[in-house]
Each structure stands twice: as C-alpha cells, then as structure tokens.
Nanobody, 112 residues
Framework: QVQLVESGGGLVQAGGSLRLSCVGS?????????AAWHRQAPGKQRELVAM???????QYADSVKGRFTISRDNHRIAVYLQMNSLRPEDTAVYYC?????WGQGTQVTVSS
C-alpha cells in the first residue's frame, strides 16, 4: 500500500521553529517526481506552501519565503519542511504530496 506519513507538527510559540517530515512507504523511487507541502487553516482553502522539483529546484509561497525551507532525500523516500520564525498565521494542518500521493496531514499551531 502506497502512503505518505507526516510528522513533526505540534504547538510552538511565535518565533519558534519546527521541522516537518514526510516519509513514503510502498514507493520505491521518487527521484523523478516533484514534491510539495501544502497547508489548510480553519475556514480557509488549502494553499501551496513550498514545492521542490525532481532536480531540487524550489518554489515558495510569498508568505513563507525566507522562513521555510523544503528539502528532499530520495534515498529515504522523504521530504522535509524546515519552518523558522513561525507566526500565528502559520497555524494550519500541513500536508505533503509526492506526485499525486498525499499524506494525512500534521497539525501545526503557533501561539502568540
């Protein structure tokens, strides 16, 4: 069964950091597949936070540029999101995707 499992979410104070991990199982090779992190805050639509191509080119939403960093480890079938200088408005459920496979999400809550 192919699945992605996110971890690393939690409660953090504004200005703090978290590192989200997304690990795939039932997938043998992601080297040629783009990956991304998305988030959905209560009452809002899901939005793309960061994307990394198969060649490790990255793109970020304007709201997280300079604070978040996406990376990947193809050997571990994993994608990461380092989040620094967190703000209350970053509070959301964060989802990873590799190709058209999605994880179940991990909650990030930033207190002011």
């Amino acid at each position: 069964q192919v699945q992605l499992v996110e971890s690393g979410g939690g409660l953090v104070q504004a200005g703090g950091s978290l590192r989200l991990s997304c690990v795939g199982s039932g997938v043998s090779n992601i080297a040629n597949t783009a990956a991304a992190w998305h988030r959905q805050a209560p009452g809002k639509q899901r939005e793309l936070v960061a994307m990394i191509s198969s060649r490790a080119n990255t793109q970020y939403a304007d709201s997280v540029k300079g604070r978040f960093t996406i990376s990947r480890d193809n050997h571990r079938i994993a994608v990461y999101l380092q989040m620094n200088s967190l703000r209350p408005e970053d509070t959301a459920v964060y989802y990873c995707s590799i190709g058209d496979i999605w994880g179940q999400g991990t909650q990030v809550t930033v207190s002011s």
